[in-house]
């Protein structure tokens, strides 16, 4: 694959006023390039769900739902806080990148393939470009949730966020993230924003981590019950918390409120 030299998108013209530090530079290197590309497979998008995770179908008609390795992003719907910062913007970019991209690429790493919630662990490919390190260098993600051995690409990812830190790009130019913290703390903080994605180990004795179900092509609401006569009809069911679902804009079925 060709390498390219893509000049950073500055997020300036976000209403959030947030902007680079002065003498820096205004562009970044992509620097991942895939391990192996025999391990790489080809995708088509189906739809982005926010900024770490997307639905896609392979070429032999399996639906994955994607949960982008080594990164978080705000929540769109957070069901303790709401509408996180830079939660449009982070699913927005992700959008641009797959749609714009002439062939979008998955790949697992040598550790587990699944989490909890049974969604493909994997790493996103637009063309060349890795997308976890876009939104990484862009302050739209966290490098976190890492377990090893999935690693591979972490010290591009985590160059990526230092990168994005130095310019006080997306998140990390939030100003609430900078009074009176110095610059480790203030990371803490602005992650702690966003803190409730997921991949959090919450007992899932809390309600939010109670498990609904959905109908995930066809359906906007979750249900308690996987027999709720809402589901009747649904192609497939997957299981999720409820968390999940309110975070990725279900609501509750009618005939179970």
Same mark, same amino acid.
């Given at each position: 694959?060709?390498?390219?030299?893509?000049?950073?998108?500055?997020?300036?013209?976000?209403?959030?006023?947030?902007?680079?530090?002065?003498?820096?530079?205004?562009?970044?290197?992509?620097?991942?390039?895939?391990?192996?590309?025999?391990?790489?497979?080809?995708?088509?998008?189906?739809?982005?769900?926010?900024?770490?995770?997307?639905?896609?179908?392979?070429?032999?008609?399996?639906?994955?739902?994607?949960?982008?390795?080594?990164?978080?992003?705000?929540?769109?719907?957070?069901?303790?806080?709401?509408?996180?910062?830079?939660?449009?913007?982070?699913?927005?970019?992700?959008?641009?990148?797959?749609?714009?991209?002439?062939?979008?690429?998955?790949?697992?790493?040598?550790?587990?393939?699944?989490?909890?919630?049974?969604?493909?662990?994997?790493?996103?490919?637009?063309?060349? =470009?890795? =997308?976890?390190?876009?939104?990484?260098?862009?302050?739209?993600?966290?490098?976190?949730?890492?377990?090893?051995?999935?690693?591979?690409?972490?010290?591009?990812?985590?160059?990526?966020?230092?990168?994005?830190?130095?310019?006080?790009?997306?998140?990390?130019?939030?100003?609430?993230?900078?009074?009176?913290?110095?610059?480790?703390?203030?990371?803490?903080?602005?992650?702690?924003?966003?803190?409730?994605?997921?991949?959090?180990?919450?007992?899932?004795?809390?309600?939010?981590?109670?498990?609904?179900?959905?109908?995930?092509?066809?359906?906007?609401?979750?249900?308690?019950?996987?027999?709720?006569?809402?589901?009747?009809?649904?192609?497939?069911?997957?299981?999720?918390?409820?968390?999940?679902?309110?975070?990725?804009?279900?609501?509750?079925?009618?005939?179970?409120?």
């Amino acid at each position: 694959m060709k390498r390219l030299l893509i000049g950073l998108m500055l997020w300036l013209v976000w209403p959030l006023g947030i902007g680079l530090a002065e003498d820096v530079p205004s562009s970044y290197e992509w620097q991942a390039e895939a391990f192996d590309m025999a391990a790489l497979f080809e995708v088509d998008l189906v739809k982005v769900v926010d900024g770490d995770t997307a639905y896609f179908l392979t070429e032999d008609s399996r639906e994955v739902k994607a949960r982008f390795l080594l990164i978080d992003t705000p929540e769109l719907r957070h069901p303790k806080t709401g509408k996180q910062p830079l939660s449009d913007e982070a699913k927005a970019r992700v959008s641009e990148l797959l749609e714009d991209a002439d062939q979008i690429y998955l790949e697992y790493d040598i550790g587990s393939r699944l989490d909890k919630y049974q969604r493909d662990l994997v790493y996103v490919w637009a063309d060349d =470009v890795l =997308v976890q390190e876009v939104l990484a260098a862009e302050g739209l993600a966290d490098v976190t949730y890492i377990y090893p051995p999935n690693t591979r690409y972490l010290e591009f990812l985590d160059e990526a966020k230092d990168f994005a830190q130095v310019e006080r790009q997306g998140l990390w130019g939030l100003p609430s993230a900078f009074e009176s913290l110095d610059d480790g703390d203030s990371a803490n903080a602005v992650a702690n924003q966003f803190e409730g994605g997921g991949d959090n180990s919450t007992s899932s004795d809390s309600a939010d981590y109670q498990t609904v179900y959905i109908a995930p092509l066809s359906g906007t609401k979750y249900h308690l019950d996987e027999r709720c006569r809402g589901l009747k009809k649904a192609a497939s069911v997957e299981a999720l918390t409820l968390e999940e679902a309110m975070a990725q804009g279900y609501d509750l079925c009618g005939y179970e409120k």
